[in-house]
């Protein structure tokens, strides 16, 4: 567990420098991360390189005791790239050009811009691959940040007929999976395919499905190229890319595939704001963020690399400058953070920046200095973290450990929530909140939770959440079969096993062909979805799950079951809301947090997990041989799940803002 900043040496005087390193590793920072926006003052003119200051920046911080994450700067092509290549630019979806002027204004399928990218990662790579003080890589910055993923470019078009005739060979295979037969979309060749936007109405949804995946695949094989760059010149460092939250127009477990270590980048003022949660949600957590927004994605960054090593990339250290509103955190609430990421497995809380930049766009964006090298609250909480990981590593009991496994899965799936934002049928259905939903009733009953893929192996969980996924992978449908036999506890959201992979109805066993959902699941499930509807605003409907009253909203399903099935909950009109089969537990429809929490409260229960509802804003997190608590409330907090021995660090009860670690 390290503490690490990310630092701007090009933004500071160079006479600066040492003073800067010196005390950020008085602070306990121990890795600082440099360069990711640096390739108009490394390459100021075409083949013309300035490495001086960029040398004298690492050997200064190297001099410290501080490692360096060393980026590739193609996240901000310079003005000269984008002039001699104006058609390198994404097209926007209304068939605009990004401008230059800002950054991300790349198109991912642009043939000459990737060759560019290899260049200018080659040269930073030869410089410093094996240089003492790079302990790791970053590869560009924030894939699709600012809606830069999916480009209407004439590259993106001719490379999104490549891939789909490399997808079904055939032209007609392709019409076939799609259903072009409807309102007389068959094609005769791939290159009659253009990309699905600026249609008159709604585009064919398969076709949409596809774009997605096609335009995940370019960041994907941008994102392998600078890898291979990196590993040949810098072999044996580990390679990250820094993710983002709630961030889903890639698939984020693709490109991990070929990194070491996942990052993220979390700022929960500003996602608190921006995100889909009531003004009531916002105001209650202005100042702390919503607790459960950092840990849903650090339970989900832990499950994309291989061996689960993921870090906090950038931490917010005080007001951010982008969100509709920008609020103070309240004190201590850059510590709470950054142990709630080390509570879920971070190796490193680096926090995003290290001095306030005194001019251009991000100069109302707090660092952990301010302008003037005076230290803000976030230096003073970095450092209690800073001196709180020294002291605990020196435990008479040994080093902390903090490896996390889990017992209940939740699948995240990137290609289910495409699925569901091409036809959400309401429009309020929106898949991530369907997801968040559902982890925070699990974190509410104090479970711990992994966000894993749909081919994830699942043998380990005694409890296994499906909220949003409509297709059912073979691989997946296989897991839930086995999960089920060994007596692991299922629960199915709406919408479970509602599509095909073209994003059609499942097929089934009928004079079409086709089924009706929850397709594959039928057996399992012991129900069948006759007929769905979506429920405006103000159309809620009241169930009781578990003796307490929950309601049903924007979404209602009406099942079959088959015989056997059990009724856990109805609507008033008598139709089922939820169903048991054996250890399969279906839900009918949208339910809130409160709705999933009842829902998990009996699935628990049958899973033999000790789970307890926890008073509002208090987290509890198992972790190795530890256990940690967290109060984001303004009120001193106690549970009886809390241990009676003394802890580690902090104090029981809790204090606002406080938390507090056993070993157990
Ligand atoms: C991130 C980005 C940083 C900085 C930060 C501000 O999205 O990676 O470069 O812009 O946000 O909060």
Same mark, same amino acid.
């Given at each position: 567990?390290q503490l690490?900043?990310c !630092?701007?040496?090009?933004h500071w ?6 003073e ?12 600082v991360?440099?360069a ?6 490394? %390459?100021?003119e ?6 001086? @200051?960029?040398d ?13 994450v060393?980026?590739t700067?193609t996240?901000?092509p310079p003005k000269w790239?984008?002039?001699?290549m104006?058609?390198m630019?994404?097209i ?7 401008g230059?002027g800002?950054?991300?204004?790349y198109?991912?399928s642009h ?7 290899r260049r200018?990662?080659r040269a930073?790579?030869e410089?410093?691959?094996q240089?003492p #003080?790079?302990?790791?890589w970053q590869t560009d ?5 600012h ?5 209407l &470019?004439?590259s993106a ?5 490549? @891939?789909l005739?490399?997808r079904?060979t055939t032209i007609?295979?392709?019409?076939t999976?799609?259903g072009?037969?409807? @309102? ?5 060749s ?5 990309l ?17 995946r ?8 941008f994102n392998r ?5 990196l590993? %040949?010149l810098?072999? $044996?460092r580990?390679?990250s890319?820094?993710f983002?939250?709630f961030f ?13 270590i996942?990052t993220w980048?979390t700022y ?5 704001q921006?995100?889909?949660l009531?003004?009531e949600?916002k105001?209650r957590w ?5 607790p459960?927004?950092p &840990?849903?994605h650090?339970?989900l !960054?832990r499950?994309m ?5 993921? @870090?906090?990339?950038e931490?917010?250290?005080?007001p ?7 609020p103070a955190?309240?004190?201590?609430m850059?510590?709470l953070w950054?142990w ?7 190796e490193v809380?680096?926090y995003?920046r290290?001095r +306030?930049a005194?001019f251009?766009?991000?100069q ?6 301010r302008?003037d ?9 970095a450092a +209690?973290v800073?001196?709180?990981?020294a002291?605990l590593?020196?435990d008479e009991?040994g ?6 496994q889990?017992p209940v899965?939740?699948?995240f799936?990137?290609a289910?929530i495409?699925?569901l934002?091409? +036809?959400?049928?309401?429009a ?6 369907l997801?968040?939903?559902a982890?925070e $009733?699990?974190?509410?009953l ?5 966000l ?6 699942l &043998?380990?969980?005694?409890l296994i959440?499906?909220?949003a996924?409509?297709q059912?992978?073979?691989t997946?449908q296989?897991?839930l079969?086995?999960?089920a036999?060994r007596?692991?506890?299922i629960?199915?959201g709406?919408r479970?096993g509602?599509k095909? %992979?073209h994003l059609s109805f499942p097929?089934?066993? &009928? ?7 929850p $397709?594959?699941?039928?057996a399992?499930?012991?129900?069948q979805?006759q ?9 809620a409907?009241p ?5 307490q009253?929950? +309601?049903?909203t ?5 099942l079959?079951l088959a015989?056997?099935t059990?009724?856990?909950?109805a ?6 809301a939820?169903?048991?089969?054996g250890?399969v537990r279906?839900?009918a $429809?949208?339910?809130d947090?409160d709705?999933w ?6 699935a628990a229960?049958d899973?033999g997990l000790?789970?307890?509802a926890?008073p %509002?804003g208090?987290?509890?997190?198992? #972790?190795?041989?530890?256990l940690l ?6 009120r001193c907090?106690d549970?009886?799940a ?10 029981r009860p ?7 670690i056993?070993?157990?």
């Amino acid at each position: 567990m390290q503490l690490g900043v990310c !630092y701007y040496p090009e933004h500071w005087p160079r006479a600066q420098w040492a003073e800067d390193a010196r005390r950020m590793h008085a602070m306990g920072i121990r890795v600082v991360r440099i360069a990711e926006f640096a390739w108009s003052v490394i %390459e100021a003119e075409p083949g013309v390189f300035t490495w001086d @200051w960029l040398d004298e920046a690492v050997e200064t911080l190297h001099a410290a005791g501080l490692g360096v994450v060393m980026c590739t700067p193609t996240a901000t092509p310079p003005k000269w790239l984008v002039d001699r290549m104006p058609d390198m630019v994404a097209i926007d979806l209304q068939g605009r050009p990004r401008g230059f002027g800002s950054r991300r204004h790349y198109c991912f399928s642009h043939a000459g811009y990737r060759a560019e990218s290899r260049r200018i990662s080659r040269a930073v790579a030869e410089r410093y691959g094996q240089h003492p #003080a790079v302990v790791a890589w970053q590869t560009d910055n924030e894939y699709g940040c600012h809606d830069t993923v999916l480009s209407l &470019s004439e590259s993106a078009r001719q490379g999104f007929r490549r @891939w789909l005739a490399a997808r079904y060979t055939t032209i007609d295979a392709l019409n076939t999976a799609w259903g072009t037969v409807f @309102w007389s979309q068959v094609y005769r060749s791939f290159d009659e395919i253009d990309l699905p936007a600026l249609t008159v109405t709604e585009a064919h949804p398969a076709h949409r499905l596809d774009w997605r995946r096609f335009s995940s695949d370019e960041v994907v094989a941008f994102n392998r190229e600078q890898v291979a760059i990196l590993r %040949e010149l810098s072999p $044996g460092r580990p390679v990250s890319h820094n993710f983002m939250g709630f961030f889903t127009e890639f698939n984020h477990h693709d490109v991990a595939a070929d990194l070491d270590i996942a990052t993220w980048d979390t700022y929960p003022l500003g996602v608190t704001q921006m995100l889909f949660l009531s003004a009531e949600e916002k105001a209650r957590w202005a100042r702390t963020g919503h607790p459960d927004i950092p &840990s849903f994605h650090h339970d989900l !960054y832990r499950g994309m690399c291989r061996d689960g090593r993921w @870090w906090v990339m950038e931490q917010q250290p005080g007001p951010v400058n982008w969100a509709h509103w920008n609020p103070a955190p309240e004190d201590g609430m850059v510590r709470l953070w950054s142990w709630q990421a080390f509570a879920h497995g971070a190796e490193v809380v680096s926090y995003f920046r290290w001095r +306030q930049a005194p001019f251009a766009q991000e100069q109302m964006h707090t660092g952990l200095l301010r302008p003037d090298a005076s230290e803000d609250q976030g230096a003073i909480e970095a450092a +209690q973290v800073g001196a709180e990981l020294a002291a605990l590593t020196l435990d008479e009991a040994g080093p902390v450990r903090l490896a996390v496994q889990a017992p209940v899965a939740m699948v995240f799936d990137y290609a289910a929530i495409w699925m569901l934002q091409i +036809q959400p049928q309401g429009a309020d259905f929106n898949p991530l909140e369907l997801q968040f939903r559902a982890y925070e $009733g699990l974190r509410r009953l104090g479970l711990d939770v992994d966000l894993v893929p749909a081919d994830a192996d699942l &043998s380990g969980y005694r409890l296994i959440v499906l909220a949003a996924q409509p297709q059912i992978g073979a691989t997946l449908q296989a897991s839930l079969e086995a999960a089920a036999a060994r007596g692991a506890q299922i629960v199915l959201g709406p919408r479970a096993g509602s599509k095909s %992979e073209h994003l059609s109805f499942p097929a089934g066993d &009928s004079p079409t062909g086709h089924g009706l959902p929850p $397709g594959s699941l039928a057996a399992l499930a012991g129900m069948q979805v006759q007929r769905v509807a979506s429920l405006p605003p103000g159309c809620a409907e009241p169930v009781v799950v578990g003796g307490q009253s929950v +309601q049903i909203t924007r979404w209602r399903e009406d099942l079959a079951l088959a015989e056997g099935t059990e009724v856990l909950a109805a609507f008033a009109d008598g139709h089922a809301a939820l169903t048991r089969r054996g250890p399969v537990r279906c839900v009918a $429809g949208w339910l809130d947090t409160d709705g999933w929490q009842a829902v998990f409260t009996g699935a628990a229960a049958d899973a033999g997990l000790a789970a307890q509802a926890l008073p %509002e804003g208090l987290r509890l997190s198992r #972790a190795g041989d530890l256990l940690l608590a967290f109060n984001f409330s303004d009120r001193c907090l106690d549970a009886p799940a809390l241990p009676t021995a003394a802890p580690l660090l902090g104090q029981r009860p809790l204090p606002p803002r406080g938390l507090a670690i056993w070993r157990t």
